[in-house]
């Protein structure tokens, strides 16, 4: 006699772990980067394309989506929020107190700002430091409100002192334009973080360490093998 195979492992589980799988969709999103979500549940995303050119690499020109927390789009089709200097943005956004949107472009080598309804708050070229920055990754907003972002072919940091691109500096730069010899041994700096103590971590997407500095003086600099 064949036992049938008894289904405890499924009665092992209370309702709470179980996971539903959602797929949200429009509103310009294509093959999005970074993910943030409000204070009103909405999700953000980092559009790398445009609607219909995901198999054209060298057209980055996507905009900003927004989602609401039922999954309907809140950012226009075809190509999301755009202007405000943004095109082709990849891993580089974040949401401020105020849930303004800052986000950067790899594809424009811009860094942008959007209000919380899309508007873009920058301006129609972006700050992009007369021309100084090369394709920009990670960015966070810091809870004194500074702003960092990482630039990551020129192997720099772009800081704005309490949101204030007008103030806004390029940090770690070497002075022969050498991006590999930048005095932060940054090695195409990909990812960036704040800790309790106001140390900057930064991850190196070529290289095989971690580079941290006080954000109080990034002439400070430590790394750390990974």
Not at 65 to 93: D, Q, Y
Not at 94 to 106: E, G, I, M
Request: charged content about 15%.
């Amino acid at each position: 006699m064949v036992r049938p195979t008894p289904y405890l492992p499924y009665l092992t589980f209370a309702p709470s772990a179980w996971v539903l799988p959602l797929k949200f969709t429009g509103g310009g999103l294509s093959g999005p980067g970074k993910l943030m979500i409000d204070s009103q549940g909405n999700a953000w995303a980092a559009d790398n394309f445009t609607v219909g050119m995901q198999n054209i690499d060298k057209i980055r020109s996507g905009g900003l989506s927004k989602i609401a927390p039922n999954g309907a789009p809140l950012s226009p089709a075809l190509r999301g929020f755009t202007g405000g200097g943004i095109g082709g943005p990849g891993f580089g956004l974040a949401l401020d107190a105020d849930d303004n949107v800052w986000v950067t472009s790899f594809q424009n080598k811009t860094i942008s700002k959007f209000d919380n309804t899309g508007k873009p708050l920058s301006p129609p070229t972006g700050w992009n430091f007369d021309g100084q920055l090369g394709q920009v990754q990670g960015i966070i907003v810091a809870p004194n409100r500074d702003v960092w972002a990482l630039d990551t072919m020129r192997g720099q940091v772009v800081h704005f002192p309490e949101r204030d691109p007008s103030r806004g500096e390029l940090l770690c730069q070497d002075k022969t334009g050498n991006p590999l010899k930048n005095p932060c041994q940054l090695v195409a700096p990909f990812g960036i973080a704040i800790d309790q103590k106001d140390n900057i971590w930064i991850t190196n997407i070529i290289g095989a360490h971690v580079t941290r500095f006080p954000a109080s003086d990034p002439s400070k600099v430590e790394t750390f093998k990974t």
